[in-house]
């Protein structure tokens, strides 16, 4: 097997005490890509980058040579919100997630595509094409990608079915603007089996007739606590949940998938690393 398999494996690192400290955790567990948050997840309140943040994270990239760094929105953004100041916020707070991914150079920025809060699905539908367009709009130019998230499925989310995100992308004006980000936990939740061979092959068919395998541009690696079609997002530490490891091994040794950012989202980073470097 290609060691390039494994080349781009890597997990969601905390940027406590500085954004450049992510990429040296990141290095030490022996990591070969990061996803981060660029400010904090659960506030509202707008980061503006120094530009000596900016300058030492660029610098430490180098230095450890972890590429590519992938950024994770805000948890509090949602596109689909019928509520027009919230919806409002999350337009803003994405035009500034963009801005930061720009400036430290990280070119996709992971998305969980909304909840609607009862409006109903199209209607949801609707409004997080409406929000892309206009943040499109707002940011022409940008190299950066938003990778569409499949969802668990609670409550009224969007994007707990390959059919909802690609329905989203391809009514996007700049859909080459989009990706799409598959978590094994989600889908798994959501309703997908992912037990067995002919699962794994099953799931990256439909993908490919749906979204376009062309456009799965990070997955998200996690076991899950809960059972399948659960609908309750709660990650494990691979092999130890309802999913258990043969989906992660044929993930990590299929080649047609060795040039996509694998990201460990699960409670015990070092021990996830190195299982899944030896299903190689």
Same mark, same amino acid.
């Given at each position: 097997?290609?060691?390039?398999?494994?080349?781009?494996?890597?997990?969601?690192?905390?940027?406590?005490?500085?954004?450049?400290? #992510? /990429?040296?955790?990141? &290095?030490?567990? %022996?990591?070969?890509?990061?996803?981060?948050?660029?400010?904090? @997840?659960?506030?509202? $309140?707008?980061?503006?980058?120094?530009?000596?943040?900016?300058?030492?994270?660029?610098?430490?990239?180098?230095?450890?040579?972890?590429?590519?760094?992938?950024?994770?929105?805000?948890?509090?953004?949602?596109?689909?919100?019928?509520?027009?100041?919230?919806?409002?916020?999350?337009?803003?707070?994405?035009?500034?997630?963009?801005?930061?991914?720009?400036?430290?150079?990280?070119?996709?920025?992971?998305?969980?595509?909304?909840?609607?809060?009862?409006?109903?699905?199209?209607?949801?539908?609707?409004?997080?094409?409406?929000?892309?367009?206009?943040?499109?709009?707002?940011?022409?130019?940008?190299?950066?990608?938003? #990778? /569409?998230?499949?969802? &668990?499925?609670? %409550?009224?989310?969007?994007?707990?079915?390959?059919?909802?995100? @690609?329905?989203?992308? $391809?009514?996007?004006?700049?859909?080459?603007?989009?990706?799409?980000?598959?978590?094994?936990?989600?889908?798994?939740?959501?309703?997908?089996?992912?037990?067995?061979?002919?699962?794994?092959?099953?799931?990256?068919?439909?993908?490919?007739?749906?979204?376009?395998?062309?456009?799965?541009?990070?997955?998200?690696?996690?076991?899950?606590?809960?059972?399948?079609?659960?609908?309750?997002?709660?990650?494990?530490?691979?092999?130890?949940?309802?999913?258990?490891?043969?989906?992660?091994?044929?993930?990590?040794?299929?080649?047609?998938?060795?040039?996509?950012?694998?990201?460990?989202?699960?409670?015990?980073?070092?021990?996830?690393?190195?299982?899944?470097?030896?299903?190689?």
């Amino acid at each position: 097997m290609d060691g390039h398999t494994i080349s781009l494996l890597g997990a969601h690192m905390s940027i406590a005490g500085g954004l450049e400290k #992510a /990429l040296l955790r990141g &290095a030490s567990l %022996g990591c070969a890509t990061i996803q981060i948050f660029t400010k904090s @997840a659960i506030r509202w $309140e707008e980061r503006i980058l120094e530009n000596s943040e900016i300058t030492l994270f660029r610098e430490t990239r180098k230095q450890t040579g972890i590429a590519p760094v992938i950024s994770h929105a805000s948890y509090l953004i949602n596109l689909a919100s019928p509520d027009r100041e919230i919806y409002l916020k999350s337009l803003n707070a994405m035009v500034h997630e963009i801005r930061r991914c720009e400036q430290l150079g990280v070119d996709l920025l992971v998305l969980h595509p909304g909840h609607h809060r009862g409006a109903g699905d199209e209607w949801g539908i609707a409004r997080v094409v409406e929000a892309l367009n206009a943040i499109h709009a707002e940011t022409t130019g940008a190299p950066v990608k938003i #990778a /569409l998230e499949t969802t &668990a499925g609670q %409550g009224t989310c969007l994007g707990s079915s390959l059919e909802q995100i @690609a329905r989203i992308m $391809e009514r996007v004006k700049e859909n080459t603007r989009l990706a799409f980000c598959l978590d094994t936990c989600h889908i798994f939740v959501a309703g997908c089996n992912l037990r067995t061979k002919e699962n794994y092959h099953d799931l990256f068919s439909r993908i490919d007739d749906t979204i376009g395998k062309e456009n799965l541009m990070v997955i998200h690696l996690n076991d899950s606590k809960r059972e399948m079609g659960s609908r309750v997002d709660r990650h494990e530490n691979i092999g130890a949940g309802m999913i258990g490891e043969g989906v992660f091994r044929l993930i990590m040794r299929d080649p047609s998938l060795a040039g996509i950012p694998k990201i460990i989202e699960t409670p015990s980073d070092l021990e996830n690393v190195r299982l899944l470097k030896s299903f190689v």
